[in-house]
Structures are given as C-alpha cells and as structure tokens.
Nanobody, 114 residues
Framework: QVQLVESGGGLVEPGGSLRLFCAAT????????MGWYRQAPGKERELVAT???????HVVHSLKDRFTISRDNAKTTVSLQMNSLKPDDTALYYC????????WGEGTQVTVSS
C-alpha cells in the first residue's frame, strides 16, 4: 500500500517558475517508477515526466527544455521543476508511483495567468 501527496502548486505569471513535490509513504520499498502526469480542463491526462529508482529520468520531448524531474530515494520523494511557464501549462498535476501497481496522488493545481 502506497500513499502519495503532492504539494507546490499555485498561481504564477507567464514566464515564472514553480517546483512541485511528491512524497510517498506506506509500503514504499517496492516502488520503481515515479513521475508526473497533468490534466487540463477538457483534455485527457497526459504524461509529463518519469523516473526510476536506479536513477533514470525522462521528460516528454515537448517539455524537456523547460521541465526537470528529480528523485530522492532516501526521502521517497520526486520533484518537478517547471520554468518559463506558459498559460497552456495550466493543469492539475498528478504524481504517480508503480510497484508495479500504479498509485495516484490527488493532484496539485498549477495555474499560469496574467
């Protein structure tokens, strides 16, 4: 059993930056993959970035110049650094983890406006 809690979302102006955090608790020793999805209003949930316990990281091609994913196995956390934010980045951002069952956080809202 794994529980995931996201934090760090908020309202930011275009061109600004945010850093999202996700903490895993419970039976975390079996977790391999952790990462982030996002879902904008009226759109499907889409993959943003992934990481493995062994240190591999991947950000989808369309976001890799602006987003960075980081993993801390000792703290069982994963973070997402988002720079040069655009209004189209507005979405509910979800953390996930697999052990190999996929667990989801409840999401943290990112709004890019003004």
């Amino acid at each position: 059993q794994v529980q995931l809690v996201e934090s760090g979302g908020g309202l930011v102006e275009p061109g600004g930056s945010l850093r999202l955090f996700c903490a895993a608790t419970g039976t975390t020793f079996g977790i391999d993959e952790m990462g982030w999805y996002r879902q904008a209003p009226g759109k499907e949930r889409e993959l943003v970035a992934t990481s493995t316990k062994g240190g591999n990281t991947h950000v989808v091609h369309s976001l890799k110049d602006r987003f960075t994913i980081s993993r801390d196995n000792a703290k069982t956390t994963v973070s997402l650094q988002m720079n040069s934010l655009k209004p189209d980045d507005t979405a509910l951002y979800y953390c996930y983890a697999e052990d190999p069952y996929k667990y989801w956080g409840e999401g943290t809202q990112v709004t890019v406006s003004s």
